[in-house]
């Protein structure tokens, strides 16, 4: 079945063809990040106009690089949710209406399921079950992922995401955008021994997460320096440890309460290498397997969702009709 994705609940435009006998075709991503880079954060209204005119262009260059016309397509994935209100409306509608003008199957799809299917995009696979750590600019959470839809929440964030936590901490130390990538480019330059942030949460049993408090952390300990680039890169260092330290710590927790043998990352921030480092070598030591995707699938983009959509319309799985009806907000744990 030749399924097109459609991604667009936030600042990323994704389009991608997946191929449940041959993988993935071709795919195509456009990021907003310029366009929002002068208001310091994704405006919502901005986003939705930029997807309305960026999604059609990339349908026909995902087309063209797979080498394949508008009607040899099976079936439409599109993200329902969660995400920014009129982001998603522009992809649902031009899925809705690609379905209808093609007469085809289109099913609306959970993006944080695509996320943590992602990794299903390699050459490699993990195998059910398996623990997930979703670690997005949205939702930090530990999944028991028991088969595709068999979702059960073992732990997430209380306060902010690991991804707004970066975000915000880039912020207040006057990053550009993305925060996320430009805070973890300055600690490579950051000296490891100069501060030892708090680990939040990780004294008490339990899986949840809290990052908001490092943020306060950070700022104090900005405002008490000498403010000088190489205190903001040991800052920058300092504050990466913790989170990715914290993330570490609840990871092998969730090994050992299920006793799974495979963890997954997904999500915007499981591009971040030195995670990926640091969990490598925890699963060595656990003898457990890690699986991620390639730093593209990582962030937003079509692929994932083309992906997660093409293993439910292959069961038949469709939204029941043409209304056009997506969720902002939208807990895994409700998909079956
Ligand atoms: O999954 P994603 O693209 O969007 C959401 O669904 O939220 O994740 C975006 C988040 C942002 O907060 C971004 O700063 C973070 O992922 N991120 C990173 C890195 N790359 C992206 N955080 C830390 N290190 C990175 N290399
Ligand atoms: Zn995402």
Not at 25 to 46: K, W
Not at 51 to 56: G, I, M
């Amino acid at each position: 079945m030749l399924v097109l994705g459609i991604e667009s609940s936030c600042d990323e435009t994704g389009l991608a063809l997946y191929d449940t006998a041959s993988g993935l075709l071709a795919h195509e991503l456009y990021s907003q990040v310029s366009l929002h880079a002068d208001y310091g954060g994704v405006v919502p209204e901005l986003a939705s106009r930029d997807h309305v005119r960026k999604a059609l262009p990339l349908i026909y260059k995902v087309c063209e690089k797979a080498g394949i016309t508008l009607t040899q397509i099976q079936g439409i994935a599109y993200t329902k949710g969660p995400g920014l209100l009129g982001a998603l409306l522009v992809g649902a509608t031009l899925a809705k209406t690609l379905a209808m003008v093609l007469d085809i199957p289109v099913l609306g799809v959970h993006h944080m399921e695509g996320h943590l299917l992602a990794p299903m995009l390699e050459d490699v696979t993990p195998q059910f079950p398996f623990v997930a750590l979703l670690v997005s600019g949205g939702h930090t959470q530990l999944v028991d992922v028991k088969n595709v839809g068999g979702y059960v929440l073992l732990g997430e964030s209380l306060d902010d995401a690991a991804g707004e936590a970066f975000d915000k901490t880039a912020k207040l130390l006057g990053l550009g955008l993305p925060g996320g990538p430009l805070l973890s480019k300055l600690a490579e330059k950051g000296d490891p021994a100069r501060y030892r942030f708090p680990r939040p949460m990780t004294d008490r049993p339990g899986l949840d997460f809290s990052f908001s408090g490092l943020k306060t952390f950070v700022l104090n300990t900005w405002l008490d320096s000498d403010k000088s680039e190489q205190t903001k890169a040991d800052i920058a260092k300092a504050f990466e440890m913790a989170v990715v330290d914290v993330l570490m710590i609840k990871c092998k927790r969730a090994l050992l309460q299920t006793g799974y043998k495979t963890l997954v990352l997904a999500g915007g921030v499981s591009a971040n290498q030195t995670l990926r480092a640091q969990m490598k070598a925890l699963a060595t030591k656990l003898h457990t397997s890690v699986f991620y995707p390639r730093g593209e699938f990582c962030t937003d983009n079509g692929a994932m969702i083309a992906y997660a959509g093409a293993r439910r319309l292959l069961k038949g799985e469709r939204d029941p009709d043409l209304q056009i009806d997506v969720k902002t907000r939208w807990p895994l744990t409700e998909l079956v």
